[in-house]
């Protein structure tokens, strides 16, 4: 049971909160806990979601994201959002098994994928402190300065997640994953 109260339905959010849900039901055919939960606040929801949207249209691929989002929810030990990112990251980002149980560990099996997923595993363990060392290999991976700030903030959209999905221990809604120290 959530520890923070998630509206049931669309109609139990705040007002000022409707119109996003229905945003997103439409958009997902469902409104996920996480979106019912956050909705509590209608700016942390607005704020979200146009902080989402934004980095949707930045450099960084879709599927960039979602690995970056699997290895800081396995890092930071959030289970709805390791088993939502597996589940999207499999659905939506077309990413393979493989490809997933490297992301949970901070690596990819795309040697250029895989220096940003480090990358940002050293961001969230090391909260934020990262060496001259680690900007290096991201740009001598390709990455421009504007990749490596999309970067950053997929992990802080991620950080905001999970911990408010820890918090509020918010019910899982997809096909749960069980993390790796679980295993």
């Known amino acids: 049971m959530s520890n923070i109260s998630v509206p049931a339905t669309i109609a139990d959010a705040p007002a000022a909160s409707r119109p996003l849900l ?28 146009n902080l989402s949207k934004a980095l949707s249209k930045g450099t960084l691929s879709a599927q960039t994201g979602e690995r970056i989002a699997l290895a800081i929810a396995e890092i930071n030990g959030c289970d709805y959002c390791l088993s939502a990112h597996a589940y999207l990251g499999k659905n ?42 680690d900007v290096r290999s991201v740009k001598g991976a390709g990455y421009t300065d504007a990749d490596i700030i999309e970067i950053v903030l997929h992990v802080a959209l991620s950080v905001f997640t ?22």
């Open 22 to 49: 229905e945003a997103i039901e439409k958009r997902f055919g469902t409104v996920p806990n996480l979106f019912r939960l956050v909705s509590n606040s209608p700016s942390a929801l607005e704020g979200y979601l």
């Open 162 to 183: 999970n911990y408010t999905n820890i918090a509020a221990k918010t019910a899982i809604d997809f096909p749960a994953v069980a993390r790796h120290q679980d295993a």
């Open 92 to 133: 939506l980002a077309n990413l393979d098994d493989a490809e997933i149980t490297a992301n949970r560990s901070g690596r990819s099996n795309d040697a250029k994928a895989d220096i940003a997923v480090q990358f940002a595993a050293r961001l969230a363990l090391n909260r934020g402190r990262v060496s001259e060392a």
